[in-house]
T-cell receptor, first 110, second 117 residues
Framework: GNSVTQMEGPVTLSEEAFLTINCTYT??????LFWYVQYPGEGLQLLLK?????DKGSNKGFEATYRKETTSFHLEKGSVQVSDSAVYFC?????????FGTGTRLQVFP | ETGVTQTPRHLVMGMTNKKSLKCEQH?????MYWYKQSAKKPLELMFV???????ENNSVPSRFSPECPNSSHLFLHLHTLQPEDSALYLC????????????????FGPGTRLTVL
């Protein structure tokens, strides 16, 4: 079946630290991969996506590369800010369904 | 208004009440979705509509009843809910089946925080 596994949170970092949030997936077929972010009290916002192997999605300093050989789509940012504090969801789509991981909470302190 | 809007943002109801959640999208999309977000659980897809036709009912109890009168509006009618139905209910929209699913992206509303007493 199709599933997404994310690292448990919370991830706690100081401002300007390097961020990695791990995401691995299991899928039949050829999924597209997504990272969504949920700020406190809000809905999910698309952060970035990749539609085929070796694609790199990027937005607002965040990056993730679709690695088919390791079935991974890890989220990275070189220097986090306090405003990046949120919950990050990795997701895959096959057909018209989005399948989400459980989310990883990121807390960034000044 | 732009994007996907949801009303109300917060709702408290008793188990015998009947209420409705509303979602409206201003993106010209053809597909709309209801999700349930509970604490410490992955988002659960509840219903999918493509061109106003329901294409997915993910084993949702009948106390949740969706309605999609047109491609821009989606409702979730609630009746005789249970306390375990308390959650954040998220609506999303996307281009739908006319698009290549690889590039079809779902856009979410802010959600309705539902509390069932």
């Amino acid at each position: 079946g199709n599933s997404v596994t994310q690292m448990e949170g919370p991830v706690t970092l100081s401002e300007e630290a390097f961020l990695t949030i791990n995401c691995t997936y299991t899928a039949t077929g050829y999924p597209s991969l997504f990272w969504y972010v949920q700020y406190p009290g809000e809905g999910l916002q698309l952060l970035l996506k990749a539609t085929k192997a070796d694609d790199k999605g990027s937005n607002k300093g965040f990056e993730a590369t679709y690695r088919k050989e390791t079935t991974s789509f890890h989220l990275e940012k070189g220097s986090v800010q306090v405003s990046d504090s949120a919950v990050y969801f990795c997701a895959l789509s096959v057909g018209d369904k989005l399948i989400f991981g459980t989310g990883t909470r990121l807390q960034v302190f000044p | 208004e732009t994007g996907v809007t949801q009303t109300p943002r917060h709702l408290v109801m008793g188990m015998t009440n009947k209420k409705s959640l509303k979602c409206e999208q201003h993106l010209g999309h053809n597909a709309m979705y209801w999700y349930k977000q509970s604490a410490k659980k992955p988002l659960e897809l509840m219903f999918v509509y493509n061109f106003k036709e329901q294409t997915e009912n993910n084993s949702v109890p009948s106390r949740f009843s969706p309605e999609c009168p047109n491609s821009s509006h989606l409702f979730l009618h609630l009746h005789t809910l249970q306390p375990e139905d308390s959650a954040l209910y998220l609506c999303a929209s996307s281009q739908g089946t006319v698009a290549d699913y690889r590039t079809d992206t779902q856009y979410f509303g802010p959600g309705t925080r539902l509390t069932v007493l």
